[in-house]
């Protein structure tokens, strides 16, 4: 679209000081300003003017700063070298505030003492300035023009010879609305039938709908004098309520009738009104009469053309989400049942009408009429669309979706006074358009049909037609993070998701910082329970331009749902975290959380040095080398570290966070965008830690259980190392890779027979006999050991895969003679080696699984280097093939101590004895540690890492 100049403005003060003289203030607006010297101290940087004695009033002084000069020359320097629609430069607005001791003299007149003539470049336009009653809606077509009395009548009769009247009566409906009233009083009467446009009357009846004592829900009020005084005297007193006033001096004459017309015109031609005001003033029809503008700043864009065609493009939009951006290639029989064909065509060519067309406001027609006929589409389109919902049958949702295919939409639209690239004819920032500097876009947000201005590219996940476990929608939340721009207010908000059809569109105002990349992350959580994220990368330079290449795009980075359809099964979460990388080892945190939605920067170094040192001890207390008490006690302090590494940034928010730590059996859930990210998230401590000084001795520690086998009752504020203290022992932790999913994440996973699939690496001896500890829960035939004849990858990529997938073998990294090369688990299979890029390749060849998406449980031993971290290439094959759960380890461990792990979050999760209940995988993986490092006070249980939904749950046949 072409868009406007930005709002830059001036206000000068006059304030009678005590010598007698007048002093001008003078404010910008950006807030900078000049304030007049105080009586009794030098005014260095101020001169004197006069201003020669009238009939009305004495000769006057005026004291001004000589800054107002350079502050002058920086607000023209912002304006553009021209504006569209207008037949020269733009001019800057001058808001005039005075006294009554200088009611008499008109603003012009005291403007052009301060500052250079009006009438040479660069242009300024003196404007009362005038209180800012309330807000007003958007402007939207048709027009409401009203006049009053005997001089409204023949202002009306003038306006039918303006771009606002059609021969078209059914394009006049959408142009404007033309009302003549006999009486003052009956404007007031007409208040509820909505705000009135442009109001047109004259001296008199101005002075007595004043005195009625109201005049709110007036747009711009024009005032038609009685003589030359009328034109600025005591402009707030005139209809006070009304958010401008342009009073015209002069006889009742056909010169006034003329000066409405070219007001009017100004106005179809989307220019503000202090440059209607301007161009009406200097044009030979209106001889020289003076035009009087009263308004405030935001009162000047009241009328902006801009702003309607934005109201269409927003209901193009809405449209838009109901039967989707290709309507060219739509066949109406797809979307429509056959009765309502004939309908259907006419939604579909209304909408792609008002899309097509083209407009300019270069001239009065160019922008008017074509945004008329827009109006008028919309408005056929949305009739067309209420008669197809009365088709409907009752109690089904009635609002069409083309194919009932519904996805996530972003764009990223232009406010209305804005400046865009040449050429470009929506307000929409498009693939190839850059941002402005320090410019304000909306962020809009909503869940429908693809819109033809979304940026997001790439195949995304549909959504269902109908949400299968709730027929009354369900509230969604949608968080903006970004630490390159401004979110202005809340950057999260509600998102209402109906069982079928189009959401509403939700809108962040953003605002752009320093030129260069930008980015922000457009998170969807349902229960604080991430679905779907989307990083919107952008260029950020000193003007907008078109690029050849794509410069503005989204694109979605994890899924938790595919088709929507499983939100009742998705659990809520006390946090959701999640972890970002930028490519250059910068890394974001995301926080979300009741109450709770912020962006932290993590240094990438340090929090890789605190995990390293995190599995050096756990490694340290496998090989005992150090005792479990003294483990306990290192790691409370490094994962103590770690959370204060994490999240010492928090302000406001600290205590949202702080509310967590409070509670337990909490779900907590972490996202890694970047599969090589390695804090090792159960083992975050978030408890007070004892007093302790270099050199103590190691301070007692609690594994959680007294003396005579209780629970112990400590709590995160005693001081205490307790177990407890860990995210992974007193939490539900959830740790997903991000991934744009082809299916919902698994909820359920069926045992069939064989229900385990097991390959060693080493001696089954080594394992405790984990073959036969498995039988034990998984009677026999369901647990399958594959021998030397049989091959790994042919069974993962089998139709019988079994739901539980063991791998437990040596983890080798350096390259040795006659082994494959790169990361490798040694098997005693007939594949001999299980590696990363094999099962990538399988996946090319085989496609991802279908169900069972089966939990793998990697349990490397006597590796070179620690997993997951170095294992980061079998998590990522592994989320990529679609595994229901990965299961690894955070350092080296000895198999018997690996398979102790597997089959305590196996009975767990089969709800075999001590627990005798099926637990989710989150519950399983939590109740396995407690096992060993609880009950057994061992705190090798600490060792191992799992990634999986919360709700994963094993069901039998």
Request: glycine fraction near 8%; proline fraction near 7%.
């Amino acid at each position: 679209m072409e868009l406007e100049v930005p709002r830059v403005w001036l206000r000068l003060s006059f304030e009678l000081q005590v010598d007698g003289q007048f002093a001008v203030g003078v404010t910008d607006h950006r807030g900078r300003r000049v304030t007049p010297p105080r009586p009794g101290r030098g005014a260095y940087g101020w001169d004197d003017v006069s201003i020669p004695a009238t009939e009305l009033t004495p000769p006057l002084v005026l004291r001004r700063p000589t800054a107002v000069w350079r502050i002058f020359r920086d607000a023209v320097g912002a304006l553009p070298d021209f504006r569209t629609g207008s037949s020269s430069p733009p001019a800057l607005p001058i808001f005039v505030s005075v006294p009554r001791e200088l009611a008499l003299i008109r603003s012009d007149v005291l403007v052009s003492q301060v500052l250079p003539p009006s009438n040479e470049p660069p242009r300024w336009v003196a404007v009362h300035d005038r209180p800012a009653f309330g807000q007003v809606a958007p402007f939207v077509l048709p027009l409401t023009i009203v006049g009053v009395g005997e001089r409204g009548a023949d202002a009306l009769r003038r306006v039918e010879q303006t771009p606002w009247s059609s021969p078209d009566e059914s394009l006049q409906a959408h142009l404007a609305d033309i009302t003549w009233l006999d009486e003052p009083a009956d404007v007031i009467r007409r208040q509820p039938e909505g705000d009135v446009d442009v109001l047109v009357l004259d001296a008199y009846d101005a002075r007595a709908l004043t005195a009625a004592g109201s005049s709110a829900g007036i747009r711009a009020a024009i005032v038609l004098g009685a003589g030359p005084a009328a034109a600025h005297t005591d402009p707030e007193s005139v209809l006070p309520l009304a958010r401008s006033v342009i009073t015209v001096a002069g006889p009742p004459d056909a010169v006034q009738l003329d000066i409405i017309a070219l007001l009017l015109r100004g106005v179809s031609r989307d220019l503000p009104l202090h440059e209607a005001v301007r161009e009406a003033a200097t044009h030979h029809d209106a001889q020289g009469r003076v035009i009087a503008l009263s308004a405030s700043p935001d009162a000047l864009h009241d009328l902006r053309l801009t702003a309607a065609w934005d109201s269409v493009e927003g209901s193009v939009v809405a449209l838009s989400g109901t039967i989707g951006a290709g309507t060219g290639s739509t066949t109406v029989a797809s979307m429509f049942p056959p009765e309502q064909h004939e309908l259907g065509r006419s939604l579909i060519a209304d909408v792609d009408a008002a899309r097509h067309l083209e407009f300019s406001f270069t001239g009065e027609a160019h922008g008017l009429i074509p945004l008329a006929i827009a109006r008028k589409a919309v408005a056929d389109a949305e009739r067309a669309a209420r008669e197809l919902a009365s088709a409907f049958a009752p109690g089904t949702d009635p609002t069409v979706t083309r194919d009932g295919v519904r996805v996530v939409n972003l764009g990223l639209r232009r406010r209305g006074d804005q400046v865009g690239p040449p050429g470009v004819r929506t307000s929409y920032v498009e693939h190839v358009c850059s941002l402005a500097a320090g410019q304000r876009y909306d962020l809009e947000v909503q869940i429908g049909a693809a819109w033809p201005q979304s940026l997001v590219v790439g195949e995304l996940p549909s959504v269902d037609m109908l949400l299968p476990d709730d027929r009354r929608g369900h509230d969604l939340h949608v968080a903006v993070f970004t630490d390159t721009m401004t979110v202005v207010g809340e950057a999260t908000r509600v998102l209402r998701l109906p069982p079928s059809g189009p959401s509403p569109v939700l809108t962040f105002p953003l605002v752009a910082g320093a030129a260069g990349p930008a980015w922000a992350r457009v998170s969807l959580y349902h229960r604080d329970n991430l679905l779907q994220t989307f990083r919107l990368d952008l260029l950020v330079e000193e003007a907008e331009r078109t690029h050849p290449g794509m410069v503005a795009s989204a694109g979605l980075q994890h899924s938790a749902t595919r088709d929507w359809g499983n939100l009742g099964a998705l659990g809520r979460r006390a946090l959701s975290l999640t972890v970002n990388s930028d490519g250059a080892r910068g890394h974001r945190l995301f926080v979300k959380g009741e109450d709770l939605a912020v962006t932290l920067p993590i240094d990438h170094d340090r929090g890789e040095e605190v995990a390293r040192e995190v599995r050096q001890i756990l490694t340290a207390n496998v090989n005992r080398a150090i005792s479990s008490a003294e483990a306990l006690w290192r790691l409370a302090v490094r994962g103590s570290d770690l959370f204060t590494f994490l999240f010492d940034r928090l302000r406001e928010e600290a205590d949202a966070l702080a509310a967590v730590c409070r509670r337990e059996d909490e779900t907590l859930q972490i996202i890694r965008a970047d599969p090589a990210e390695s804090v090792p998230w159960s083992l975050v401590y978030d408890w007070d830690l004892p007093d302790f000084r270099y050199g103590d001795e190691s301070p007692p520690v609690c594994f959680g259980r007294t003396e005579e086998g209780r629970r112990c009752t400590h709590h995160s504020t005693d001081g205490v190392v307790c177990v407890y203290g860990f995210w992974g022992i007193r939490h539900h932790v959830e740790e997903l890779l991000a991934a744009p999913r082809e299916t919902d994440l698994p909820g359920t996973l069926r045992i069939t027979e064989p229900s385990v699939l097991v390959a060693l690496g080493v001696d089954p001896a080594a394992t405790g006999d984990l073959v036969g500890r498995l039988s034990a829960v998984f009677p026999p035939p369901r647990v399958r050991h594959l021998g030397s004849t049989d091959r790994l990858l042919d069974s993962l990529f089998s139709a019988d895969r079994p739901a539980v997938v063991i791998v437990l073998g040596h983890h080798k990294t350096t390259d040795v003679v006659s082994e494959p090369v790169g990361s490798r688990i040694a098997l005693r299979t007939a594949d001999g080696w299980l590696q990363a890029k094999e099962i990538t390749r399988r996946r090319r060849q085989n496609g991802s699984w279908q169900p069972p998406q089966s939990i793998v449980m990697l349990l490397s031993c006597g590796s070179a280097a620690p997993a997951p971290t170095a294992m980061s290439s079998f998590l990522a094959a592994l989320n990529g093939v679609g595994a229901g759960a990965v299961l690894g380890t955070e350092c080296d461990v000895y198999s018997d101590l690996a398979a102790d792990f597997a089959i305590n979050v196996l009975a767990a999760l089969a709800g075999a004895e001590p627990i005798g209940r099926a637990l989710p995988f989150a519950g399983a993986v939590r109740a396995a540690r407690h096992r060993i490092v609880i009950d057994k006070g061992d705190a090798r249980g600490l060792a191992f890492a799992a990634f999986g939904p919360a709700e994963l749950a094993l069901v039998r046949q």
